[in-house]
């Protein structure tokens, strides 16, 4: 078993919170160091809002969570971690002197920073190891949104570069490496102008801050979170493209439409004016219940992304598929003479009803995860399937035993009842720990997917799967097995 990695995070606002977050739900062990009084409270309760959020978005079970810990010192933190998320004020000297002391306790660790603007070459001068400090700016929330801007300076080796994208990818995140030093890097300059712009409309009249809101939510933000600009913008432009879509609406960049070249005076007036017209708009929610509005609304997204495999949906399928693999190499490879182990899973928040227990449609998927693997494990899985052939579900008796509820880990085994060329009878134990929480009898045949009949199987599966068969035939038939329902014990 690999050994648990631990990551440091220096700084427990918001954005370190959501580090912390997105580390411990990947697995990580974490040092959390903030000279903050209320720094354990504040950290909890963002992991809260992450451990309903983020597993929600993963279709296999969520590794072990990290142990989190709360350091009296930046030594104690740093102490054993591999790479270190710095997430303290953006005053340059308080993240210089955070650094000295990072790396005079660990050498050479690999540290990330938060910032959403200074450069790499800013953060280095005057560091012991100047190698080693790298950008990687994040959004909130950390635990939800995958971009990472990982931003250099030509002090960075390429394998500090290449370190630093791998943990991001390990954690589910896209680290997107920034081409040349740049302030504020590609995100915070895009929303600046923005911001500006928004911010002119405002102090001029022309809308109030929840009107410059619904422009965004009901428009044109729909379309950047799956599409970003020009990919949209090549649509706009019909059939020709997007070299019609320059020629149509590029003389507009001449029109004076925007004050991008001016700012509005920063006084109290302006400050005054945000804040009353947001409280307006937002102020019968309380900040945590915003957050939690925010996050299921993302997840939302996401999934939709994700079923698709489109967009930041990418990342969490293929983040999903090095997690799965993993899972896949723990189940049972060859017969013997007891139930083999098909399928671990969790009990993950999108399987719960009402009533905090495991909806009944997912014994079925649990069933058809233990058995999907088996097939693969005979041959007959998606390249069989391709091929033109496939067993078909053809009877299915559910036991519902015992409760599995959030955060449950399962275990799904299977033994053969009886099986020949065309069909076979299974029976699933959905496991957790030593309860079975529910029995799954099945029946399957073989069929010719074109001709829609059964037929018998390839020679190389059927051979697979009578060894299997011929290897359980001494197990006692299992309880619960060929019940009616409803019959009495």
């Keep these: 078993m690999a050994a648990t990695r631990k990551a440091a995070i220096i700084g427990g606002g918001v954005i370190g919170g959501g580090w912390a977050a997105r580390f411990l739900l990947n697995g990580w062990d974490v040092a959390v160091f903030d000279p903050d009084p209320e720094a354990e409270r504040k950290i909890n309760a963002v992991l809260s809002n992450a451990r309903l959020a983020l597993p929600a978005l993963s279709d296999v079970p969520m590794p072990p969570e990290g142990k989190l810990s709360f350091a009296s010192t930046m030594g104690e933190a740093v102490e054993g ?177 925007t004050k991008l070249m001016d700012v509005p005076e920063f006084n109290d007036e302006l400050v005054e004016l945000v804040a009353n017209q947001s409280d307006a708009e937002s102020g019968a929610y309380s900040i945590r219940e915003l957050e939690r509005i925010r996050d299921q609304n993302l997840v939302g997204f996401l999934r939709a992304l994700k079923e698709r495999n489109w967009g930041a949906g990418k990342v969490l399928r293929a983040h999903d598929e090095a997690r799965a693999a993993v899972f896949h190499a723990a189940t049972d490879t060859g017969p013997k003479s007891e139930p083999l182990v098909m399928a671990h899973m969790q009990v993950l928040p999108g399987w719960i009803d009402y009533n905090g227990h495991m909806t009944e449609s997912r014994y079925y998927f649990a069933n058809s995860e233990t058995v999907d693997n088996f097939l693969r494990l005979i041959g007959a899985g998606m390249d069989y399937v391709a091929a033109g052939h496939s067993y078909y579900s053809a009877e299915t008796h559910i036991r519902h035993l015992g409760e599995a509820k959030l955060g449950d880990r399962l275990v799904g ?43 018998p199987a390839a020679p190389e599966v059927w051979a697979k799967l009578k060894a299997i068969a011929e290897t359980q035939a001494g197990l006692p038939l299992p309880e619960g097995a060929g019940r009616a329902v409803g019959q009495k014990k």
């Design 81 to 257: 971690a591999e790479y270190v998320q710095e997430s303290v004020s953006e005053r340059i000297e308080l993240k210089k002197k955070v650094y000295a002391q990072l790396q005079q306790a660990n050498p050479g660790v690999l540290i990330g920073s938060s910032t959403s603007g200074f450069k790499a070459s800013d953060l280095q001068d005057g560091a012991a190891n100047p190698a080693n400090i790298i950008v990687a700016h994040p959004f909130n929330p950390v635990y939800l949104l995958p971009l990472s801007e990982v931003s250099g300076s030509p002090r960075n080796p390429p394998e500090v570069v290449e370190r630093t994208v791998q943990v991001m990818k390990d954690i589910g995140m896209f680290p997107l490496v920034i081409r040349a030093e740049i302030d504020a890097f590609i995100g915070n300059r895009f929303l600046e102008a923005v911001w500006r712009e928004a911010l002119w409309m405002l102090k001029d009249g022309i809308a109030t801050t929840e009107e410059i809101d619904e422009a965004i939510r009901m428009g044109f933000g729909l379309r950047w979170g799956q599409m970003g600009l020009f990919e949209t913008y090549r649509i706009a432009g019909g059939e020709a493209g997007m070299r019609h879509f320059m020629a149509q609406f590029g003389p507009a960049l001449k029109w004076p439409w």
């Design 413 to 455: 085994t299977l033994q053969i009842i009886s099986a020949d060329e065309k069909r076979f009878r299974s029976f699933v134990r959905i496991m957790k720990g030593d309860e079975v929480v529910a029995t799954v009898e099945q029946l399957c045949l073989h069929v010719d997917m074109a001709e829609g009949k059964a037929v």
